[in-house]
């Protein structure tokens, strides 16, 4: 089975990619983001699973969930993450994600999803979805923004810079600036201190 994994986080995506390579039967490739994991699906003939991290950069939301169904030729793609809601498991499932994975699973499960989903089966742990969910957030200004931008524009509400939400977000500090001027547009803010003005006014903070 040929698998590809798009994580922008390295040890994420090495011991993934670990676990995976010791079970036996994929043969594998590993890429860091959305852009890179589209040209590796068109420049082959398409793989039998791709698995996208949901907040990795280029991903905005499904939108890269599209674009990677469109690369991949139709076959399956799915997606996992560390922070996403059942609503956003259950937004990918109907926009066509053959299924969604917490990272908050353990590794032979893990392993035995990503085996059920590249042949051709939906897969969604059924836990996941029956569980309480502390992390939803039911709010008219967060509705607007990405799980990722929301993460920033928390960093924001607590006065840090843009060095500091990189740091504790495990990104890039461009990655970061791109996303306080994508939440600012959105939210109608003139700048970063206006924006946590408004996050701080509404509640959402």
Same mark, same amino acid.
């Given at each position: 089975m040929r698998v590809l994994i798009a994580d922008d986080h390295v040890l994420v995506r090495e011991t993934l990619g670990a676990f995976v390579e010791n079970a036996g039967g994929f043969e594998l490739t590993l890429v860091e983001d959305l852009d890179a994991a589209c040209v590796s699906m068109r420049e082959s003939r398409g793989y039998d699973l791709v698995l996208l991290d949901?907040?990795? /950069?280029?991903m905005n939301g499904l939108e890269g969930l599209s674009r990677a169904m469109e690369s991949n030729r139709g076959? /399956? @793609? $799915?997606l996992m993450s560390g922070v996403a809601n059942r609503k956003i498991a259950q937004d990918a499932m109907e926009a066509g994600a053959i299924g969604f994975l917490p990272k908050t699973m353990g590794a032979k499960s893990l @392993?035995? $999803?990503i085996r059920f989903m590249a042949m051709g089966e939906q897969f969604i742990p059924v836990a996941f979805m029956n569980e309480p969910d502390e992390t939803e957030i039911d709010h008219p200004l967060a509705e607007k923004l990405t799980p990722r931008e929301l993460e920033v524009l928390g960093g924001l509400c607590r006065g840090m810079a843009n060095k500091e939400i990189a740091r504790e977000l495990d990104l890039q500090e461009v990655t970061i600036k791109m996303n306080v001027k994508t939440l600012c547009r959105k939210l109608e803010a003139k700048n970063r201190?206006? $924006? $946590?003005m408004i996050a701080k006014e509404a509640g959402l903070f």
């Open positions: 949901y907040q990795m /950069p280029g076959k /399956p @793609v $799915a @392993v035995n $999803a201190t206006h $924006a $946590a």
